[in-house]
Nanobody
Framework: QVQLVESGGGLVQAGGSLRLSCAASGRTFSSNTVGWFRQAPGKEREAVASVNRSGGITYYTDSVKGRFTISRDNEKNTVYLQMNSLKLEDTAVYYC??????????????????WGQGTQVTVSS
């Protein structure tokens, strides 16, 4: 079992920055890919970024490339999402999740079995 707790969300002006943290308990965390997803009102949950267990392989959805950086510290059982140059369209609830599926692209929510409760990110003009 893995328990995930996100933090770091909040209200920020467009162009600003936030750093989200995902703290985990359970040994599965360090052995698995961890992803950040987001869901805006009326929209489907989408994969934002992911990082493999070593931290050496990352994925970013096109809309955040060059602005967001995912990283992990396995000794601290924590994954981070540094978000810079935030835009209005980044407003959403952000979730971290641990991937347990062995097949798939790594971008499907169904590939992730453990989820945090989410943290709200609101970008204002």
């Amino acid at each position: 079992q893995v328990q995930l707790v996100e933090s770091g969300g909040g209200l920020v002006q467009a162009g600003g920055s936030l750093r989200l943290s995902c703290a985990a308990s359970g040994r599965t965390f360090s052995s698995n890919t961890v992803g950040w997803f987001r869901q805006a009102p009326g929209k489907e949950r989408e994969a934002v970024a992911s990082v493999n267990r070593s931290g050496g392989i990352t994925y970013y959805t096109d809309s955040v490339k060059g602005r967001f950086t995912i990283s992990r510290d396995n000794e601290k059982n924590t994954v981070y999402l540094q978000m810079n140059s935030l835009k209005l369209e980044d407003t959403a609830v952000y979730y971290c999740a641990v991937r347990t599926a062995y097949h798939g692209t790594g971008r499907g929510a169904y590939e992730y079995a453990y989820w945090g409760q989410g943290t709200q990110v609101t970008v204002s003009s």
